[in-house]
């Protein structure tokens, strides 16, 4: 099992919090860049390392589900020399460091940008910024998650092209009006994703009434390849149990659509450790009324 040592061999560590979902940021794409992106053909960077999973996948995910715009993958170090191009769309993956974190915490993002003559990364034209992993948590944590999330890239993208407020679409929240879906569908979680109180099937009964089957990363794997229908995952991000800095993060996908149907983090302290927790249960049910 590989970990993420080196994100991109140029990349810059990220200290302003702009790609991160909440934060005050000013090169979100414009309705424009928007529309330019659907005439563009998207670049999908690979990380440096080449003996990640994450170069495989992404590379098999994009011919099996990728379908707005035409692609092609390239090495990191052609990023440099075309990211400045504004007919062309790029996937790559980010050392992030958030500007509100207390702590020195850094975190791994997927981005999806537009290509602009800028001085750095930060300023690329933003269409959405996925937050995958902290630096350093064993990629498999995530990988096998990575389909969904790029039919969820898409999904987002449509919406961006049709929005007549493009801000509603960027704050990844929003799109927990969608929760209520997951009334009938079965949410796929593994045990370690979960937060003490609600680490059993017992315990989240007494606060969801969902349908819910705790399974294994293999099991969840093959729900997201096969996509099974009515079937939501968790993707629970955390620097692990014993780690009390940074945020958790939790987002829930539906393995068929791509649907994001709960999107939410919280800063890890005692009173709060990592994992879904009984309040994000009910924070979902809520749009069920």
């Given amino acids: ?13 990220m200290t ?21 992106f659907f005439k563009s053909k998207t670049m999908v960077v690979l990380d440096a390392n080449q003996m990640i999973g994450y170069n495989i996948v992404i590379n098999d995910a994009m011919k099996k589900y990728w379908t707005i715009t035409p692609f092609e993958v390239i090495k990191s170090d052609e990023f440099d020399k075309t990211s400045k191009n504004s007919e062309l769309s790029f996937i790559f993956l980010s050392k992030v ?27 690329l034209p933003e ?10 948590v064993d990629e498999d944590d995530y990988i096998e998650k990575l389909p969904a999330m790029l039919r969820f890239a898409q999904l987002h993208l449509n919406n961006l092209k049709t929005a007549k407020n493009l801000k509603k679409f960027y704050f990844l929240k929003n799109y927990n009006a969608d929760s209520k879906l997951l ?19 017992q315990k989240i009964k007494t606060v ?10 293999e099991e969840i794997a ?31 996908y539906d393995v068929d659509s791509g649907k994001l149907y709960y999107y939410d983090h919280q800063n890890i302290s005692q009173r709060r450790p990592v994992g879904m927790s009984a309040n994000d249960f009910r924070k979902i049910c809520k749009k069920w009324k």
């Fill in 183 to 201: 009334k009938n569908m079965t949410l796929l979680l593994q045990e370690s994703d979960l937060s003490k109180e609600v680490n059993s099937l």
């Fill in 127 to 136: 269409l959405l910024s996925i937050p995958l992993a902290y630096e350093g």
């Fill in 97 to 123: 460091q958030l500007e509100k974190d207390k702590e020195e915490v850094f975190y791994l993002y997927m981005n999806f940008v537009m290509g602009a003559d800028v001085k750095d990364l930060v300023g």
């Fill in 222 to 252: 093959k729900a997201v390849e096969n996509k099974t229908p009515k079937t939501a995952v968790l993707h629970q991000i955390s620097p692990g149990p014993d780690d009390n800095k940074g945020r958790f993060y939790c987002q829930i």
């Fill in 1 to 13: 099992m590989k970990k993420i040592l080196i994100i991109m061999g140029f990349a810059l560590v």
């Fill in 208 to 217: 969801y009434p969902g349908a819910v089957k705790i399974v294994s990363a």
């Fill in 16 to 36: 302003s919090g702009l790609f991160a979902q909440g934060a005050q940021r000013t090169n979100y794409a414009d309705k424009k860049q928007v529309e330019d």
